[in-house]
């Protein structure tokens, strides 16, 4: 029997963990935490950080396992490649590899060295010294406004917008607090809208699966924020420039073969810019939604890639096709702050036409923070549909559920309630 590390044990990795008990195979669950809900599906759970190098290599050496696997956050992509690399097992990307595609400072290198475009940038350090793309000290030579953002977390956290290089110098300190590095990035903020193309990479070669747009929270301090993904994305039309520039990416950081996650920003004038690489399976449950919408199992491939399993070739047939009947939306659900004294139960939101998928991040008697970042997601839930029934589906979903405080109230933030079109 093959014995597989996953790490992390939030909902975004329950997934890979039930297929890889589905599929016969062992697993060994790192979580800080002590009751992850991963735990449930996991044959053995060691409490250590995902962002513990040492702590998840010591590990996986004890554990004697036979491969490791990433899916849904960004950072434990580095560490997953540090295990693989010291065990001498199955990865997708080398140690520098992914060093590249998870901490922005060596992105944007990638980006500037390799001609891809994105946002303008300089650094900030600790001691509120501006350098430019070199390293070298500089004056801030931006046009505002500015994104302040740390070089290795994750989530949006600590990433905010602001206007002024005051600002810039205020929200410093909160935004290092979020990283191992003493040194953030500043980038000119791009008025864009923002899709994730997903795919496959194998002998080099990128396989787009879907085009998304990412709707953000409306929020203009604490940018970036997602709260759904809605396929096909409106700018299809751009099907073709977007692919272009998602290959260039794929040969500018040398990837070989594995899952393929691209943000892109789009200016109202239609260019395009670079934003975020992940080497992973989205956060926002394409494990779900790929398979469905294109016939391929990423994670079933992303299981196999990180054991060593040969597999046929990927599958021509399977593409991004933007004439598809099929159309989906995911949403990721966010509510005001309060404490929940009651939630719709799960098996009412799953039993409503159209939805395959649903979890919460808290549970009744928990209290949900103000919004600063993706943490303070409470749940998700992916509706499929056609153009007719989609937005159907999709306002029933937000009609059935509550997350009630103490006064009855519905906690529940209604993105179209907020001039914030889902569909």
Known sequence: MSKLMILGGSNCQLH????????????????YTD??????????????????????????R????????????????????????????????TGNQALRVTNKRE???????????SPSYMYLNAKGVFLDASGKEAALSLNPPYVIKPADAQGQRG??????????????PETLS?????????EEYIESDEMTVSGWVEGGVLHPLTIVDRLHYPDDVHIGVCTGHRYPSRYIAQKEEIIALSRRITEAFALREGPFYFQILRTPQGTLFAGEIACRIGGAFEDITIPQLTGFDILDAAIDLSLGIGRSPFPKTA?????????CFVALIFCRPGRIRSITPAEEILSLAGVADCGYNYQAGDMIP???NATARFGHAVVFGDDDTLPVRVRRLFETLRVENGDGENLLFLPHAQGCAIM
């Open 16 to 31: 890979a963990l039930r297929r890889a008990r589905e599929r016969g195979i062992e697993t060994v669950l790192i979580d």
């Open 35 to 60: 009751h992850p809900p991963g735990k449930e599906y996991a044959d053995v759970h060691i409490p250590v950080s995902t962002f513990d190098h040492d702590a998840c290599i010591k590990a996986a």
């Open 62 to 93: 004890e554990a004697h396992i036979d491969g490791v696997l990433a899916v849904g956050t960004d950072q434990p992509v580095y560490t997953a490649a540090l295990v693989a690399e010291a065990l001498r097992l199955p990865s997708a990307l």
């Open 107 to 117: 992105m944007k290198d990638v980006y500037q060295t390799q001609d891809i475009p």
């Open 159 to 172: 990433v905010f917008r602001v206007s002024s290089k005051e600002a810039l110098l205020r929200r410093l």
């Open 178 to 186: 979020f990283s191992k590095e003493e040194i953030c990035i500043v």
């Open 319 to 327: 593409c991004h096709d933007d004439t598809a009947r099929e159309k």
């Open 370 to 372: 103000v919004m600063q």
